[in-house]
């Protein structure tokens, strides 16, 4: 199965368990790959076959200005869901960091793989 992959992406979101986060936007990072059969969009340079990573990628951002959640986890649990239904992913992999979190750390965040290749 071919990959399409989409590398550091930067979302603003309400996140974190603390109050004060409760009130501030901080940023994510997302690096993803996803499942996709290239060979029928590439066959005929076809777009409308293509997993369309601009399309994904505004929808990672719609989703990341709505939500709200204390924890990563939970971030990266539902955009997996809303992604693999929206455009129909049959396996995705994504990476999630939270830069600054600990300060002695770049990042910290959480992985998660969902589907079947």
């Known amino acids: 199965?071919?990959?399409v992959f989409i590398e550091g992406l930067e979302v603003d979101?309400?996140?974190?368990?603390?109050?004060?986060?409760r009130g501030?936007?901080?940023?994510?990072?997302l690096d993803l790959r996803f499942a996709w059969d290239n060979r029928p969009a590439a066959a005929g340079d076809d777009l409308t076959l293509a997993l369309d990573y601009a399309s994904v990628s505004a929808r990672i951002?719609?989703?990341?200005?709505?939500?709200?959640?204390?924890?990563?986890e939970t971030f990266a649990e539902r955009l997996a869901a809303?992604?693999?239904?929206?455009?129909q992913i049959p396996?995705?992999?994504l990476k999630l960091t939270?830069?600054?979190?600990?300060?002695?750390?770049t990042g910290v965040g959480v992985e998660i793989e969902r589907g079947c290749l």
């Open 13 to 21: 979101t309400v996140i974190g368990a603390y109050d004060w986060e």
């Open 61 to 72: 951002q719609a989703f990341a200005e709505e939500a709200q959640f204390q924890l990563v």
């Open 98 to 105: 939270k830069p600054g979190a600990v300060s002695a750390a």
């Open 82 to 87: 809303v992604l693999m239904s929206e455009f």
């Open 24 to 29: 501030i936007r901080q940023c994510l990072r």
């Open 1 to 3: 199965m071919d990959r």
């Open 91 to 93: 396996w995705l992999q």
